[in-house]
């Protein structure tokens, strides 16, 4: 737009030098319609360079605009399906049963994991999450989450919970069960420890990066599905004792981009 400004007053200038120039003799006037021919080209010449480059400028902006707005989620999540240790992750679904994640990334033939789970090596503290760009991770071995709507690339934020707690798979060595794998990944093989044996304990509960308050005493710890060898920290079920007497406010929790459960470990041998 600057350009063509530049070019409409060149261009005008132009004129009225001619108009000038035409009062004086024919050899001035040959002389300054030269001048002002060459001055117009070379001005006109500046201007469309100017105006290519801009132009060229916009295009380039546009098309990384464009490249952001195409990029998917998934660039920003990779799953890890390989563990050291014990593999523990977030189970969920909000008050509509979407962004469910119900499996860990380290489960045989699973289907239903998109978390970001954390990989239990030793004592201490550790962060298992969904995300926006993994619940909605299209997986080339697990396809797309069933359980999300999306907008776009990207899933809808959630709303309330039916089902906040975490597993972490092959801890424990529960009387039932019977299975013969290995424990890390056969959640019916019996694991090592006895619930009591570890002090677990969680830390915080960050809704796009915001505290979400519970309450400590309320919180529900152990091999609470006793078939198996899964020690969970049930922090919401609809179908667990804390359907009956919640430690969070589950109908007024509410995220967009992440959700986040940190805890810690303590009475590992490893």
Do not use: H
């Amino acid at each position: 737009m600057k350009a063509k400004k530049i070019l409409a007053a060149v261009t005008a200038l132009s004129l009225t030098t001619v108009v000038f120039a035409s009062c004086g003799d024919t050899a001035d006037s040959s002389s300054t319609a030269a001048a002002t021919t060459t001055t117009a080209a070379t001005t006109t010449t500046a201007a469309t360079t100017t105006t290519a480059a801009a132009e060229s400028a916009a295009d380039s902006a546009a098309t990384d605009s464009s490249a952001d707005a195409k990029t998917s989620g998934d660039s920003d999540y990779t799953p890890v399906k390989t563990f050291k240790g014990y593999d523990a992750f977030l189970m969920f679904g909000d008050g509509e049963w979407l962004w469910g994640n119900w499996e860990g990334q380290g489960e045989p033939d699973a289907t239903k994991a998109f978390g970001v789970d954390a990989d239990i090596t030793g004592d201490g503290e550790y962060t298992v999450s969904i995300t926006n760009a993994s619940i909605s991770y299209d997986d080339p071995d697990e396809g797309i989450n069933p359980q999300i709507a999306l907008d776009g690339d990207y899933a809808v934020g959630a709303q309330g919970c039916v089902v906040m707690c975490v597993d972490i798979i092959g801890l424990l060595n529960g009387e039932k069960l019977k299975g013969t794998g290995d424990p890390k990944t056969d959640k019916e093989t019996p694991g090592k420890y006895n619930a009591d044996d570890l002090k677990v304990e969680l830390k915080s509960i960050k809704a796009d990066g915001q505290e979400v308050a519970f309450d400590k005493a309320k919180i529900k710890y152990g091999n609470i599905e006793d078939n198996n060898n899964c020690y969970r920290i049930e922090i919401y079920n609809d179908y667990g004792d804390t359907a009956k007497d919640s430690p969070i406010d589950k109908d007024n929790l509410a995220f967009e981009d992440s959700l986040e459960i940190t805890f810690s470990i303590e009475g590992l041998s490893e």
